[in-house]
């Protein structure tokens, strides 16, 4: 839209205005082809019948039931991977110790895993015939098809973001007002609270973001430990594949949507909190 | 009080232990959600030996399955390293109405499930797709889905070092003469690189293990359509847990080594800074 401005152009740039336009609508057009017009049809195909069908998906119990689901199992990963990721964190940054480099290494793994392999591990620790597989039978402890290896496998997959994000956090605002407050006589319990974590608090809510992001959207490695009892095991992903496969594409789509509704939120909150580096 | 210079911190340090305690406790949580599972993969593997590892993998169904794996991954690196690079310079170097609606957008793909990933490109190229094409049960389908979730990495990490680049250098380029396409081959491209690279390698990494967003629109068909992540499912799903764990073991040894030789990039792509 800049067509009727005038503005200063480097000597060399005038003849690229044109491949500047060029290179315009090569990204938003790859854009809009792979990522707005989907997503954009699933509004469209979700109210395609109406308001009526959907609010009817939306109260069904075994949907309910699936976001249930989904928000426990969040509500339990998200803290841990938090708790964690802090702790971890501020080891790596304030302490030293041998191994450093390769258990931040260790930290990453989780990004190289497939959401398959994560299943198929917690399946051969946990499952019948798994390594813990005979003593749990003989203590009635159901960990795989059952809430445990589905919290165990969203931690998995969730678990290196909150590190990732307050790591550099850490490095940046440096030791200096810690050891003046320990100068004053704060214990290191007082320091981390009042001092230490309201200077990491924004890359701490960031990580928060990404691993709820993760948490709330895991489909296969959870799928896989599930056993994808409907209405019992199911979370909101699982839903979406079971009544796809069931051909009720409104239900499918429905969930979807409440998925989709939650992923643009967090993009949201990553758009106004993200770190200031990348917006500068 | 008075401290050691920093030298002899270094030289004398000894590992307190606060810190002991505090590296048990982080190893103890990896071990029990990360380490010990991987481990069980991998002793699962290593029971059948590798001549038996090797019978699985080459099984024709496998062997396809981990064929198509490779090779629309290492198609996918490649299209994110060019089409990823031609976005983050749009946002950064040009201006438009909604840019940042647009930048924010990029990140939808790491936000959204990969089964609603899946589900959305199958409304638009599935069958009764708006677009009247019907790509659902093929190959080119499984490109797609691979696409849409490894969107946000080539232009994430171009986009920060594209905003540090100086344009002056580029100006003088093009002030003594150079013509747009040199100045970018010349001057750009090599300081943009390692950025590049690094995006194409995590996309490739990602995509090598995705399973959610290709399951619903592949179809899964055997030597057509079915990728590695997939028949590890099947493997698993027909109670062959032996024959997954094998496959399991060769897609991670895959993924960390592209991992690995990226972190021997990013030391490169540091040393290119100084």
Same mark, same amino acid.
């Given at each position: 839209?800049?067509?009727?401005?005038?503005?200063?152009?480097?000597?060399?740039?005038?003849?690229?205005?044109?491949?500047?336009?060029?290179?315009?609508?090569? *990204?938003?057009?790859?854009?809009?082809?792979? @990522?707005?017009?989907?997503?954009?049809?699933? %509004?469209?195909?979700?109210?395609? =019948?109406?308001?009526?069908?959907?609010?009817?998906?939306?109260?069904?119990?075994?949907?309910?039931?699936?976001?249930?689901?989904?928000?426990?199992?969040?509500?339990?990963?998200?803290?841990?991977?938090?708790?964690?990721?802090?702790?971890?964190?501020? @080891?790596?940054?304030?302490?030293? %110790?041998?191994?450093?480099? %390769?258990?931040?290494?260790?930290?990453?793994?989780?990004?190289?895993?497939?959401?398959?392999?994560?299943?198929?591990?917690?399946? @051969?620790?946990?499952?019948?015939?798994?390594?813990?597989?005979?003593?749990?039978?003989?203590?009635?402890?159901?960990?795989?098809? *059952?809430?445990?290896?589905?919290?165990?496998?969203?931690?998995?997959?969730?678990?290196?973001?909150?590190?990732?994000?307050? /790591?550099?956090?850490?490095?940046?605002? $440096?030791?200096?007002?810690?050891?003046? &407050?320990?100068?004053?006589?704060?214990?290191?319990?007082?320091?981390?609270?009042?001092?230490?974590?309201?200077?990491?608090?924004? $890359?701490?809510?960031?990580?928060?973001?990404?691993?709820?992001?993760?948490?709330?959207?895991?489909? $296969?490695?959870?799928?896989?430990?599930?056993?994808?009892?409907?209405?019992?095991?199911?979370?909101?992903?699982?839903?979406?594949?079971?009544? %796809?496969?069931?051909?009720?594409?409104?239900?499918?789509?429905?969930?979807?949507?409440?998925?989709?509704?939650? &992923?643009?939120?967090?993009?949201?909150?990553?758009?106004?909190?993200?770190?200031?580096?990348?917006?500068? | 009080?008075?401290?050691?210079?920093?030298?002899?911190?270094?030289?004398?340090?000894? /590992?307190?232990?606060?810190?002991?305690?505090?590296?048990?406790?982080?190893?103890?949580?990896?071990?029990?959600?990360?380490?010990?599972?991987?481990?069980?993969?991998?002793?699962?593997?290593?029971?059948?030996?590798?001549?038996?590892?090797?019978?699985?993998?080459?099984?024709?169904?496998?062997?396809?399955?981990?064929?198509?794996?490779?090779?629309?991954?290492?198609?996918?690196?490649?299209?994110?390293?060019?089409?990823?690079?031609?976005?983050?310079?749009?946002?950064?170097?040009?201006?438009?109405?909604?840019?940042?609606?647009? =930048?924010?957008?990029?990140?939808?793909?790491? *936000?959204?499930?990969?089964?609603? &990933?899946?589900?959305?490109?199958?409304?638009?190229?599935?069958?009764?797709?708006?677009?009247?094409?019907?790509?659902?049960?093929?190959?080119?389908?499984?490109?797609?889905?691979?696409?849409?979730?490894?969107?946000?990495?080539?232009?994430?990490?171009?986009?920060?070092?594209?905003?540090?680049?100086?344009?002056?250098?580029?100006?003088?380029?093009?002030?003594?003469? &150079?013509?747009?396409?040199?100045?970018?081959?010349?001057? /750009?491209?090599?300081?943009?690189?390692? *950025?590049?690279?690094?995006?194409?390698?995590?996309?490739?990494?990602?995509?090598?293990?995705?399973?959610?967003?290709?399951?619903?629109?592949? !179809? =899964?068909?055997?030597?057509?359509?079915?990728?590695?992540?997939?028949?590890?499912?099947?493997?698993?799903?027909?109670?062959?847990?032996?024959?997954?764990?094998?496959?399991?073991?060769?897609? @991670?040894?895959?993924?960390?080594?592209?991992?690995?030789?990226?972190?021997?990039?990013?030391?490169?792509?540091?040393? !290119?800074?100084?």
């Amino acid at each position: 839209m800049s067509s009727g401005r005038t503005e200063p152009v480097a000597p060399g740039a005038r003849g690229s205005r044109a491949s500047r336009y060029g290179l315009r609508s090569v *990204a938003l057009v790859y854009l809009a082809l792979i @990522l707005v017009l989907p997503v954009g049809m699933v %509004f469209f195909r979700t109210f395609e =019948n109406g308001l009526q069908p959907v609010l009817q998906a939306l109260s069904d119990p075994e949907t309910l039931h699936a976001l249930y689901l989904t928000v426990l199992i969040a509500a339990i990963a998200v803290p841990l991977n938090t708790v964690f990721g802090v702790f971890c964190a501020l @080891l790596m940054v304030r302490r030293t %110790f041998p191994g450093k480099a %390769f258990l931040s290494g260790l930290i990453d793994v989780p990004f190289a895993v497939s959401p398959v392999v994560v299943g198929l591990s917690l399946i @051969l620790v946990y499952g019948r015939t798994g390594w813990l597989g005979g003593w749990l039978a003989e203590n009635g402890i159901r960990v795989i098809f *059952a809430l445990p290896s589905m919290v165990l496998a969203t931690i998995f997959v969730s678990l290196p973001f909150v590190v990732r994000e307050v /790591v550099p956090v850490l490095q940046e605002i $440096g030791v200096e007002q810690d050891q003046a &407050a320990h100068t004053l006589g704060a214990t290191p319990w007082q320091t981390f609270w009042r001092i230490t974590l309201p200077a990491i608090r924004g $890359g701490v809510t960031y990580g928060v973001i990404l691993t709820t992001a993760r948490a709330l959207g895991e489909f $296969g490695a959870v799928s896989i430990v599930s056993g994808k009892i409907a209405g019992q095991t199911s979370t909101l992903t699982v839903h979406v594949e079971e009544r %796809f496969q069931q051909f009720d594409l409104v239900g499918a789509y429905t969930s979807s949507l409440v998925l989709a509704v939650i &992923a643009l939120v967090i993009v949201l909150a990553m758009t106004v909190l993200k770190p200031k580096e990348a917006g500068s | 009080m008075a401290r050691p210079a920093p030298s002899q911190v270094l030289r004398r340090r000894k /590992v307190r232990r606060s810190t002991w305690l505090g590296v048990g406790l982080v190893t103890l949580y990896l071990s029990v959600i990360v380490l010990i599972p991987l481990a069980a993969v991998a002793w699962h593997a290593a029971e059948l030996g590798p001549a038996a590892i090797w019978r699985v993998v080459s099984s024709p169904d496998t062997r396809a399955a981990l064929q198509l794996s490779l090779f629309s991954s290492l198609a996918v690196a490649a299209i994110n390293a060019v089409v990823g690079t031609i976005i983050a310079w749009v946002l950064v170097r040009d201006t438009f109405p909604g840019k940042t609606i647009v =930048n924010a957008l990029i990140d939808l793909p790491f *936000a959204l499930p990969t089964i609603v &990933a899946g589900l959305t490109l199958l409304a638009l190229y599935g069958p009764k797709g708006a677009l009247g094409v019907n790509l659902a049960y093929t190959r080119a389908a499984v490109m797609l889905a691979l696409l849409f979730v490894t969107l946000p990495f080539v232009v994430r990490s171009v986009q920060p070092v594209l905003m540090e680049l100086e344009k002056d250098v580029e100006e003088a380029a093009s002030s003594l003469g &150079a013509h747009g396409p040199t100045v970018f081959r010349r001057v /750009v491209l090599p300081s943009l690189l390692p *950025a590049i690279v690094s995006g194409a390698g995590l996309s490739f990494a990602r995509a090598i293990g995705e399973f959610g967003s290709v399951v619903l629109i592949s !179809g =899964n068909i055997p030597f057509k359509t079915q990728i590695a992540p997939v028949r590890i499912f099947a493997l698993i799903e027909s109670g062959d847990s032996a024959g997954a764990a094998a496959l399991a073991v060769v897609l @991670l040894l895959i993924s960390f080594s592209v991992l690995l030789l990226l972190a021997f990039v990013q030391r490169w792509g540091r040393k !290119g800074d100084e």
